[in-house]
């Protein structure tokens, strides 16, 4: 596999990782992560890179679904530094129907409905004026300045060692257990006010809490039918990755004017097959996943768009 011909960021990217692979002696096919929960391979990652743009947390979502069983519901995925709060649907991330910013630019390409607030592992804990936990986080150095580690620093995991629920590190903090009661509250409440944001609907939902710092998280959610910890749900990001199918979509205006709907839909399912396999999917295992129809009535010629998603298994 050479890539080297062009010298943009992504290929530049791809290169890296063509090369730690030739000098660890891999002979495989390479794919990267789309923010859709699925795959892609590196030629196609090269040429759509705003596909790779939060391919994290899609595979997150992805995971918990898989290792959960849950296709439809809520995903808390906890980090070090932040918490990812997102939608499954059919097993699926959702996407988020609203225009995303990146870096402060909106954006009109597809991105997942994802919220993230700053609580993980490593945020810290405040008494200033109340006591609150993050956005501020030792992040990697967790095991160096946490208390439970000998540290100075009270963080996030130090409460769950103060109150029992975890034991790692060389000491348990001395800490007031008002101070512990009342930033696990506050950690329980922002998961609480995120969960309620993404649902679509007053019922309750499955909440699948998964990422290695999920032990912040308690297992009585508000708004949550029932509360999911999986197995291995510390690696659900890599799972949702390992699992991953290769997709390819399409997104059309198409006029029933000149074609008539099962036409249109056709067609769409068609170019999206046809995307799946140039992204890598084998011919045999791709099914179509997600179809989508939306009247634009301010258009001529009867428009309607059609968003069609097709999946498939790699292409070994």
């Known amino acids: 596999m050479c890539i080297r011909d062009s010298t943009s960021v992504a290929s530049e990217a791809a290169n890296a990782f063509v090369d730690a692979m030739n000098e660890r002696g891999i002979d495989a096919n390479l794919y990267f992560g789309q923010n859709d929960g699925t795959l892609m391979s590196v030629d196609y990652a090269i040429r759509y890179p705003i596909f790779t743009v939060a391919s994290g947390p899609s595979n997150s ?5 898989y290792l959960s069983a849950v296709e439809n519901g809520i995903i808390v995925d906890v980090g070090g530094t932040t918490t990812d709060v997102g939608a499954v649907t059919e097993g699926f991330p959702r996407e988020s129907s609203v225009a995303v910013e990146i870096g402060e630019v909106k954006t009109n390409f597809r991105m997942p409905d994802i919220i993230a607030i700053g609580i993980g592992g490593g945020s810290i804990v405040s008494t200033d004026g109340g006591v609150t936990v993050g956005p501020q986080s030792v992040g990697y150095k ?3 300045e946490a208390k439970c580690f000998g540290g100075e620093t009270l963080t996030a995991t130090d409460l769950e060692v103060a109150a029992g629920t975890i ?6 903090p001395d800490v007031d257990g008002e101070i512990v009661e009342a930033a696990r ?3 329980r409440e922002r998961v609480e006010r995120e969960v309620d944001r993404m649902k679509t609907s007053a019922e309750p939902v499955p909440v699948v809490i998964v990422g ?4 912040l998280v308690p297992d009585d959610i508000a708004g949550a039918s029932e509360v999911h910890k999986p197995d291995h749900y510390e690696v659900a990001n890599a799972v949702g990755v390992a699992i991953a199918q290769v997709s390819g979509e399409v997104d059309r205006i198409y006029s ?3 074609m008539d709907r099962e036409e249109a839909i056709q067609h769409a399912k068609d170019e999206a097959t046809d995307n799946a396999l140039a992204a890598g999917a084998d011919a045999d295992s791709v099914d ?3 179809v989508e129809e ?3 009535s301010y258009l001529p010629g009867n428009a309607v768009r059609i968003k069609v998603k097709a999946a498939g298994a790699l292409d070994h």
């Open 61 to 65: 979502v992805r995971g918990a679904a």
């Open 142 to 144: 967790l095991t160096e």
């Open 167 to 172: 034991d790692i590190g060389s000491e348990t």
């Open 185 to 187: 509250e506050y950690v």
């Open 212 to 215: 290695g710092g999920s032990i």
């Open 256 to 258: 029933l004017d000149e």
């Open 288 to 290: 179509i996943v997600d």
């Open 294 to 296: 939306v009247p634009l």
